[in-house]
């Protein structure tokens, strides 16, 4: 953890574990929602109908975690009055929990196109750059959580980073999709739900990007978010 931030240094010892606790909740949200879209790519590009259906019923465990998590938060606020870093954390915990349900959201849609796709047999198995978007999405999602265990600030930036190549990989997989369309009118309909999965993907690391810039903010005391990667270095040097 940073040195920068302190969450371990109060006369209330309950104080402590109730700012742990919320901590090791966010964390078991993220493990959760990270295997969600794990398994709702695998459903996917493997036409499994079952995964597809665990995914989208895992949405309503997703959902009732943020709102447990975010009325734990109100608790804190309203007992405790936090300043400083532990106000920080209670701001970034609720901002945290919402990206991670709007990813659980991203990746419900994985298992709903899942299904639509899985008895065509020209579906998203074709498209090796669909399975390239979401592997990096994975992995970026994977640090991100990993960096927020650790209040890791170094490697939030360079998640943040990251993001672009997300979005170029997005990019080449509408062009393709638009040649396919172009090429073969009857693959219309397949290749737009393609699309908006690849779409669903370019939003997971848009939100985990989010996240990334939580820690910042929680670390540094430093609100980044709308801001180049250049400037957020320089903020956090000043």
Not at 192 to 214: F, M, P, Q, V
């Amino acid at each position: 953890m940073e040195n920068d931030l302190h969450l371990s240094q109060h006369i209330s010892k309950r104080f402590n574990q109730e700012l742990e606790e919320v901590r090791n909740q966010v964390l078991k949200m993220g493990g959760l929602v990270e295997q969600q879209v794990a398994d709702g790519l695998v459903s996917l590009l493997e036409a499994d109908t079952k995964m597809a259906q665990k995914v989208i019923d895992t949405d309503v465990m997703v959902n009732k975690m943020e709102v447990d998590i975010d009325e734990t938060c109100t608790e804190i606020l309203a007992r405790r009055q936090p300043a400083a870093s532990d106000l920080r954390l209670m701001i970034s915990i609720i901002k945290t929990i919402t990206d991670l349900e709007r990813i659980g959201d991203e990746a419900e849609k994985l298992g709903v196109n899942a299904l639509e796709l899985s008895n065509n047999e020209a579906g998203a198995r074709e498209f090796i750059e669909l399975q390239n978007l979401g592997e990096n999405v994975k992995k970026m999602l994977n640090r991100s959580l990993n960096a927020y265990a650790r209040m890791d600030v170094a490697e939030a930036l360079d998640i943040i980073q990251s993001d672009k190549k997300i979005n170029k990989e997005f990019d080449n997989i509408s062009r393709l999709l638009v040649i396919k369309m172009m090429e073969d009118p009857r693959e219309i309909k397949n290749a737009l739900r393609i699309s908006w999965c690849a779409r669903a993907l370019e939003r997971i690391g848009d939100h985990t990007k989010n996240i990334c810039e939580y820690i910042v903010y929680l670390v540094k005391g430093k609100d980044v978010r709308h801001t180049s990667l250049d400037k957020i270095r320089k903020q956090i040097e000043s």
